[in-house]
T-cell receptor, first 114, second 116 residues
Framework: QKEVEQNSGPLSVPEGAIASLNCTYSDRGSQSFFWYRQYSGKSPELIMSIYSNGDKEDGRFTAQLNKASQYVSLLIRDSQPSDSATYLCAVNMRGPGGGNKLTFGTGTQLKVEL | NAGVMQNPRHLVRRRGQEARLRCSPMKGHSHVYWYRQLPEEGLKFMVYLQKENIIDESGMPKERFSAEFPKEGPSILRIQQVVRGDSAAYFC??????????????FGPGTRLTVT
């Protein structure tokens, strides 16, 4: 079982629709969860962080966390063509030194179609 | 620009040469992380450093790779005797101290290493 799993996609949604991206993780002790957006050939850009169960909203983005189910999701409302990118789910798994290393899923490619 | 800085952005090395990648953390950040992204693969953690200390190097290959974050100057990821399999994008990220939430890591633009 992979430590962080995402569907690779591509996930295609029409412009203006809601895009729903999902992620599961294996380490039940994980405490911090992040969503990054990565355009082709570019670096990951942090778009959301979530630390406690429930929903967290920021503009068109909503992150949802369910620690009991080891599941985290990202909703993008009113999807725009500029949202077309790969979305990476990242989980903070404490390393041997108590460090703050992130374990990434392989990403879900989102395509927003006109 | 107060963001994470990396240089060079592109680096071409012949097999057997050394590659040095540099990273300056975001202003106010004291923790540096290196990640590698191989073609068509996900981001993989390599090493986590604070000034003059390696905190976690569990993702570093055991040979040819080393990292440092000196008291003065940028963090450096060093790859000796590069091989074609080292061709990848190397990203540096930085964060504030662990005692201060959030533990968010911000990424630099990356160094694209090509080994010929």
């Amino acid at each position: 079982q992979k430590e962080v799993e995402q569907n690779s996609g591509p996930l295609s949604v029409p412009e203006g629709a809601i895009a729903s991206l999902n992620c599961t993780y294996s380490d039940r002790g994980s405490q911090s969860f992040f969503w990054y957006r990565q355009y082709s050939g570019k670096s990951p850009e942090l778009i959301m962080s979530i630390y406690s169960n429930g929903d967290k909203e920021d503009g068109r983005f909503t992150a949802q966390l369910n620690k009991a189910s080891q599941y985290v999701s990202l909703l993008i409302r009113d999807s725009q063509p500029s949202d077309s990118a790969t979305y990476l789910c990242a989980v903070n798994m404490r390393g041997p030194g108590g460090g703050n290393k992130l374990t990434f899923g392989t990403g879900t490619q989102l395509k927003v179609e006109l | 620009n107060a963001g994470v800085m990396q240089n060079p952005r592109h680096l071409v090395r012949r097999r057997g040469q050394e590659a040095r990648l540099r990273c300056s953390p975001m202003k106010g950040h004291s923790h540096v992380y290196w990640y590698r992204q191989l073609p068509e693969e996900g981001l993989k953690f390599m090493v986590y450093l604070q000034k003059e200390n390696i905190i976690d190097e569990s993702g570093m290959p055991k040979e040819r790779f080393s990292a440092e974050f000196p008291k003065e100057g940028p963090s450096i990821l060093r790859i000796q005797q590069v091989v074609r399999g080292d061709s990848a994008a190397y990203f540096c990220a930085s964060s504030r101290g662990l005692l201060m939430q959030p533990y968010e890591q911000y990424f630099g633009p990356g160094t694209r290493l090509t080994v010929t």
